[in-house]
């Protein structure tokens, strides 16, 4: 069946730091990937996405390689800031889904601490 | 566009009591998806709608759960009767082109606690 497995929280870095977060999937064909951010209080929102096999997803400063060599989808940051302390989650949706809704990991929380 | 609109916020109740979750999907969107968050399981998907049709239900946790979209623009979560281990936040997410569209608009959640 389609997974995702997340590196498990919670993560802490200093500001400035680099951050990565592991996410490796499982899933037939050629899943879209994704990683969404959940700040504190509030819903889920979609921080970036890769539709295709070598596809780099990017915003905000993050970024996430599409690997299906590896099946992975890691999220990384060069310098991370406070206001990136969040909870992120992987997900995928599988190919040609249909109605399948995405899947997404655990989630992964990151405390960046001044 | 206001964005998934959840209510309420926060409800604390007492074990036995039913409780209610509503939620107001984005205007025109035709999929509506309730979720469960808790930190010993994560986000776990309960059941999700196309064009107000119930698709998959098999993330119910049991028949205490009910969930009803009686038109494209409302929602409804019902436990009853609620038990402590229903204590967690309830998210309510909405898409436009159908449960393969990626691109899920999630609300602010509702904080449930049942004493």
């Known amino acids: 069946g389609n997974s995702v497995t997340q590196m498990e929280g919670p993560v802490t870095l200093s500001e400035e730091a680099f951050l990565t977060i592991n996410c490796t999937y499982t899933a037939t064909g050629y899943p879209s990937l994704f990683w969404y951010v959940q700040y504190p209080g509030e819903g889920l929102q979609l921080l970036l996405k890769?539709?295709?096999?070598?596809d780099k997803g990017s915003n905000k400063g993050f970024e996430a390689t599409y690997r299906k060599e590896t099946t992975s989808f890691h999220l990384e940051k060069g310098s991370v800031q406070v206001s990136d302390s969040a909870v992120y989650f992987c997900a995928l949706s599988p190919q040609g889904s249909g109605n399948t809704p995405l899947v997404f990991g655990k989630g992964t929380r990151l405390s960046v601490i001044a | 566009d206001a964005g998934v609109i959840q209510s309420p916020r926060h409800e604390v109740t007492e074990m036995g009591q039913e409780v209610t979750l509503r939620c107001k999907p984005i205007?025109?969107?035709?999929?509506l998806f309730w979720y469960r968050q808790t930190m010993m399981r994560g986000l776990e998907l309960l059941i999700y709608f196309n064009n107000n049709v119930p698709i998959d239900d098999s993330g119910m946790p049991e028949d205490r759960f009910s969930a009803k979209m009686p038109n494209a623009s409302f929602s409804t979560l019902k436990i009853q009767p609620s038990e402590p281990r229903d204590s967690a936040v309830y998210f309510c997410?909405?898409?436009?082109?159908?449960?393969?569209?990626?691109?899920?608009?999630f609300g602010s959640g509702t904080q449930l606690s049942v004493l």
């Open positions: 205007s025109g969107h035709n999929s």
């Open positions: 890769a539709t295709k096999a070598d």
């Open positions: 997410a909405s898409s436009l082109r159908g449960a393969a569209n990626e691109k899920l608009f």
